[in-house]
């Protein structure tokens, strides 16, 4: 079967960095498959995916000019002529489906985010009729969608996370080190960056907390303003950049951040588990799910920083706790999403589109 994959773009992002295992299990029952990408933005995810043997085709646009993206796109498609045409994103779904109707083609629609634009959620609802199937890359955006776009019989759900067993642990900490806490994420407002600052700036004079440092890996629009903030308050934050190797930034911490307003899969966060981090999360997409308050990690409330400072402080104070409620949280994500569970899951979703 022939397989168009197109996207938003091959920006890093945990719609993108997933890509490889996906199409892995599509190649595993005879799919061929062409990965299209509307626009480039950073472009940070393409070696990945060219890494993997995937063909790539990226447009030279922006993210607006819609026109331009949709005659690009059906006049790709016409050239490639797929049997399937399988879309990440809500403006890859929209102009995908547009160009699927055109051309008489199934269509299968990853939706990964728990929060939706209001345009955009109408316009998705309008797909419905026409759609083969909705996959969501969690349980957690299974229950959103189903009741913001409607989906019931033809929603399935594949956890876009593939746990690997072989990723390396993180180095449990020693008596008289600085404590290292670290967060994985695009610069950008939907990660709350700001309210972790905030907490931050809480704890920084703290007279119980032992040394500690957080780093933010990663790059995007806020990049600036964050350091500005950082420089303003002392606080004791680094922006390392964009890492291509996040489990090799992940085992040098001892405990995990995730600020965000709202998350799908939230991949970062369950790659911290996997290399046996506590997560301090609020209850953003599948995290919640995942950690077992008080045993792998803490969860807290959507923006606000006090009692994240609270919970951070919870787990800074006692370093010496931090390993054991890491291997707990490396157990409880390889039970959920580890190989044979994407595997298996991955097949589920292929055995209802017919043709596979």
């Known amino acids: 079967m022939k397989i168009a994959y197109i996207i938003n773009s091959l ?5 993108q960095l997933p890509i490889p295992d996906i199409v892995s299990v599509l190649k595993a029952r005879g799919g061929d498959v062409t990965v299209f ?26 993210t607006r000019d819609h026109i331009a993206a949709y005659r ?14 399988w879309t990440s994103l809500s403006r890859a779904t929209l102009l995908g489906q547009l160009v699927a109707l055109r051309h008489k083609t199934p269509t299968v629609h990853w939706q990964h985010c728990g929060r939706l634009k209001k345009a955009n959620a109408f ?27 409607g989906l019931s019989d033809n929603f399935v759900a594949w956890p876009i996370f593939r746990a690997d067993p072989n990723a390396p642990l993180a180095t449990p900490w020693q008596n008289g080190e600085v404590v290292r806490v670290g967060s994985l ?10 309210i972790l600052c905030e907490a931050v700036a809480l704890l920084k004079d703290h007279p119980d907390l032992p040394p500690f440092r957080l780093q933010i890996a990663g790059d ?3 990049h600036a303003a964050l350091l500005a903030r950082i420089a303003d308050k002392n606080l004791p934050i680094d922006l390392p950049g964009y ?11 001892h405990l995990y951040v995730q600020s965000s307003h709202w998350e799908g899969m939230c991949v970062a966060g369950h790659e911290a588990m996997t290399c046996a981090l506590p997560v301090v999360a609020t209850p953003a997409g599948e995290l919640p799910s995942s950690i077992l308050d008080g045993e792998t990690g803490r969860i807290v409330p959507f923006d606000n920083a006090p ?20 291997e707990r949280s490396r157990e409880r994500v390889l039970e959920r999403f580890g190989p044979e569970a994407f595997t298996r899951n991955g097949n589920a979703v292929l055995d209802r589109i017919p043709g596979f």
Not at 123 to 149: G, H, M, N
Not at 185 to 194: C, E, I, Q, S, W
């Open 185 to 194: 994420g695009r610069l950008n407002p939907v990660k709350a960056y700001d």
């Open 307 to 326: 009692a994240l400072a609270a919970a951070l402080a919870d787990l800074i104070g006692r370093p010496a706790d931090l390993a054991a409620m890491g």
């Open 11 to 15: 920006e890093c992002g945990g719609a």
């Open 72 to 85: 690009w796109l059906r006049d790709e498609m016409e050239a490639f002529q797929p049997d399937l045409i």
């Open 243 to 253: 890492t291509s190797k996040p489990m090799d930034f992940l085992k040098t911490l």
């Open 220 to 222: 995007g629009p806020l």
């Open 123 to 149: 316009l998705l609802r309008l797909c419905r009729p026409y759609t083969t199937l909705w996959v969501a890359d969690s349980q957690s955006v299974i229950t959103f969608a189903a009741k913001e776009l």
């Open 37 to 62: 990408a509307l626009a480039r933005k950073d472009g940070l995810a393409i070696p990945l995916v060219e890494a993997a043997g995937i063909p790539v085709r990226v447009r030279e646009g922006t």
